[in-house]
């Protein structure tokens, strides 16, 4: 903040008017006015021809007398941390609308529309804020907003990945080898064989069990996916229509805490399941 205040006061317009002011002053006006009782202007042009520095120190110190009054201008500081405030909104929207176009190509049909019905609300609701009235409430709104649409492309790419990894054909077709090497144990006669099959059995009714249980996390994402895009469309109707109040934050605030809260879990979970099937193989 310190770094963006004291370059927005050097940068400020009416600071470098104020020192392109005193040089033109200094070097041109002051030359031709009796600076002082006893020295004639041209006495103090010689002067000057001689040695201009003190008229550019002068100048400098003019200047860094308005910079430090800008810095601390209670207004001046207000408009600082007001653009940094939009530039990050800047920033974190195009940051997520990369991310969603690597993940749409990635994506179902349907996944798609999703995610550019959620895109698009996102956007509008960014686009209400940048054109509208930006009051501190308004800002945190937009800000969790954002944070929200960050966190529903991280789930729906893990509801992607997982949702290929877990499909009802997988449990279809072990359902079917179970039930070929049950038949195939009760017919065969060596022992050692029937083991074998007993073994590769249980293993798949494993597979089917932990399958079940992902289909379950499955839909449970789904669920949140859902709630993450109805929540979307609420704040940008409230956003367009200035409804928005400490209710809906504290609300939005829950909501994204729970969607990073719930990202986290499912992938330690996911992880461990990788690692405690490699472990069975």
């Given at each position: 903040?310190?770094?963006?205040?004291?370059?927005?006061?050097?940068?400020?317009?009416?600071?470098?008017?104020?020192?392109?002011?005193?040089?033109?002053?200094?070097?041109?006006?002051?030359?031709?006015?009796?600076?002082?009782?006893?020295?004639?202007?041209?006495?103090?042009?010689?002067?000057?021809?001689?040695?201009?520095?003190?008229?550019?120190?002068?100048?400098?110190?003019?200047?860094?007398?308005?910079?430090?009054?800008?810095?601390?201008?209670?207004?001046?500081?207000?408009?600082?941390?007001?653009?940094?405030?939009?530039?990050?909104?800047?920033?974190?929207?195009?940051?997520?609308?990369?991310?969603?176009?690597?993940?749409?190509?990635k994506l179902e049909p349907n996944a798609q529309q999703r995610l550019d019905n959620m895109l698009r609300e996102s956007n509008e609701i960014v686009h209400s804020f940048l054109t509208g009235n930006k009051g501190h409430l308004k800002e945190q709104v937009v800000q969790q907003s954002l944070k929200l649409t960050s966190?529903?492309?991280?789930?729906?790419?893990?509801?992607?990945?997982?949702?290929?990894?877990?499909?009802?054909?997988?449990?279809?077709?072990?359902?079917?080898?179970?039930?070929?090497?049950?038949?195939?144990?009760?017919?065969?006669?060596?022992?050692?064989?029937?083991?074998?099959?007993?073994?590769?059995?249980?293993?798949?009714?494993?597979?089917?069990?932990?399958?079940?249980?992902?289909?379950?996390?499955?839909?449970?994402?789904?669920?949140?996916?859902?709630?993450?895009?109805?929540?979307?469309?609420?704040?940008?109707?409230?956003?367009?229509?200035?409804?928005?109040?400490?209710?809906?934050?504290?609300?939005?605030?829950?909501?994204?805490?729970?969607?990073?809260?719930?990202?986290?879990?499912?992938?330690?979970?996911?992880?461990?399941?990788?690692?405690?099937?490699?472990?069975?193989?």
């Open positions: 903040m310190k770094s963006s205040l004291l370059k927005g006061a050097l940068l400020l317009r009416r600071n470098i008017v104020a020192l392109i002011a005193s040089l033109v002053i200094l070097n041109f006006v002051a030359p031709r006015l009796p600076v002082a009782p006893f020295m004639a202007p041209e006495v103090y042009e010689q002067i000057l021809a001689v040695n201009p520095y003190p008229a550019l120190l002068l100048s400098l110190a003019v200047y860094a007398i308005f910079v430090l009054q800008s810095m601390s201008s209670r207004e001046f500081k207000e408009s600082i941390a007001q653009k940094e405030i939009i530039n990050k909104i800047r920033k974190t929207s195009e940051a997520n609308q990369l991310n969603a176009r690597i993940l749409k190509r966190a529903y492309i991280t789930l729906a790419d893990m509801f992607r990945v997982r949702s290929s990894a877990s499909n009802a054909e997988r449990i279809s077709q072990l359902a079917k080898r179970i039930n070929a090497n049950t038949g195939n144990m009760n017919s065969v006669k060596d022992r050692g064989i029937a083991d074998e099959l007993k073994r590769v059995i249980d293993a798949d009714e494993r597979m089917i069990e932990s399958l079940k249980n992902e289909r379950l996390e499955l839909d449970k994402m789904d669920a949140r996916l859902q709630y993450m895009e109805s929540t979307i469309g609420m704040l940008k109707y409230n956003i367009i229509s200035n409804l928005e109040s400490e209710d809906i934050l504290s609300h939005l605030e829950s909501d994204v805490h729970e969607a990073d809260v719930l990202n986290t879990v499912l992938n330690e979970r996911y992880d461990e399941r990788r690692e405690a099937r490699r472990a069975r193989l």
